[in-house]
């Protein structure tokens, strides 16, 4: 009777989040999801999300976790005090942090495959880009600790990760900018050298020095887009008529989200690639029948607009300097791991991430290999020890389905299938 209650229960929560029609959108062959799992009942904690399920054959898609295709897909906003996501209770907002992020979703996966149970049994994958560097295999590794004492209800059927342009590691990140704008052509010869004489990105502590250089190449990106360095900008006017503010940026004392700890500038959480877009969405989902159709903000009390970047975190209390031990504890732990890189993303570039990988130390199985998107080179890929995989996609930017939608789709595809990208045209 218990079993058979708690099912009632779930087909009742599904039907309740059931998003009917969103407003603007046309008919669609897929159903879709939208509202709020609760992760501390006590401290009126609740993560907002949106799940969208595989337009056909969903009962045996796989299950991706979106942070930040060909299968059942979720999207959650993490940490609370992003999106829609909220607290009622306001000391959560200074204890959030990496550690208390992964905490939260975790205990929000095992309260929505409650709420969702005939996905527990799928295969289920995680991937996001940019800080989700940090959040995607932290959570990973969270699931994979508690999977080895979890209980058959707790277990989570976790089989793998990928993240593209992703901050991994601090000292190599940072390096990894600078070498790629004046490879790009980007910072001036001078700029450059003041930076590599000035900034030891190894050092946590900051000069004088390494700020002034620093200052000189962050006003190079005043002109052009650091997230997508061939992309046009949104032009003022735009930004104007939508009536969102044109503020993208938003500074979080303490150790993070950062993009390096040694500048003010690096502290700026990044809000990805324009062109106006970011103003439309910021308008769209401010609308009321628009959070009516999600189910989002229901009671109407949470005090802030939906935005891009959230001014209510504004302390980080964890953010370690390298990610790399949990990359590689997982990898060795056979969980299937794939990094990629838009490469032409200045923000978290693709000579920073092949930096950071090869501290990891890992064998080259599959040396650089182009891979193909139809008759025309998509990108390269290398693949390391253990499976773990690197692939590039050509012309993207810092969020690569922005800026490669179709390649994107592939590249989801051969991840989620185990499965190399193509290796000639076709």
């Known amino acids: ?160 990760f990928m993240i593209g342009n992703a901050l991994l590691d601090d000292d190599t990140d940072q390096t990894g900018m600078i070498d790629y704008a004046w490879d790009h052509a980007v910072i001036s010869d001078q700029v450059y050298h003041d930076v590599k004489s000035n900034c030891n990105f190894s050092d946590e502590n900051s000069t004088d020095a390494c700020n002034a250089a620093l200052d000189a190449y962050y006003a190079v990106y005043d002109i052009i887009d650091m997230y997508s360095l061939y992309a046009p900008v949104c032009l003022d006017s735009a930004a104007s008529a939508s009536g969102i503010s044109t503020k993208n940026g938003h500074f979080i004392s303490g150790v993070a989200p950062k993009l390096a700890s040694r500048h003010s500038q690096w502290h700026q959480k990044p809000t990805g690639y324009d062109p106006c877009a970011y103003y439309y969405t910021e308008a769209y989902f401010n609308r009321g029948d628009v959070q009516e159709a999600l189910h989002a903000n229901v009671s109407g009390s949470i005090p802030y607009n939906w935005t891009h970047c959230s001014d209510v975190i504004n302390y980080w209390n964890d953010s370690p300097a390298s990610i790399l031990p949990v990359i590689r504890k997982l990898v060795d732990g056979g969980v299937r791991v794939w990094v990629y890189s838009g490469d032409a993303d200045g923000r978290i570039p693709v000579t920073a991430t092949r930096y950071t990988l090869r501290k990891l130390g890992l064998k080259t199985v599959q040396e650089w290999t182009p891979w193909y998107d139809r008759q025309e080179v998509g990108g390269w890929r290398i693949v390391y020890d253990q499976g773990l995989t690197f692939v590039t996609i050509r012309g993207a930017g810092h969020e690569v389905p922005t800026f490669a939608p179709r390649q994107a789709r592939q590249l989801v595809r051969a991840f989620l299938a185990n499965k190399q990208l193509p290796s000639s045209p076709f």
């Open 1 to 160: 009777m218990r079993a058979e209650a708690a099912a009632a229960a779930a087909s009742s929560q599904q039907q309740a989040d059931q998003v009917r029609r969103l407003p603007g959108q046309p008919p669609v062959g897929f159903r879709q999801f939208a509202g709020y799992v609760t992760v501390n009942e006590s401290h009126g904690r609740a993560i907002f999300y949106w799940f969208f399920e595989a337009a056909d054959n969903a009962t045996h898609r796989p299950l991706l976790l979106w942070l930040n295709g060909e299968a059942n897909l979720l999207f959650i906003e993490a940490p609370v005090g992003v999106g829609f996501s909220y607290t009622n209770t306001s000391s959560d907002l200074n204890n959030i942090g990496d550690k208390f992020t992964a905490e939260d979703s975790y205990i929000f996966l095992l309260n929505w495959f409650k709420r969702f149970p005939q996905f527990k049994s799928h295969d289920f994958f995680i991937a996001g880009e940019s800080y989700a560097g940090h959040y995607v295999p932290q959570l990973s590794e969270k699931i994979f600790d508690e999977n080895k004492r979890a209980s058959p209800e707790d277990f989570i059927n976790f089989k793998g």
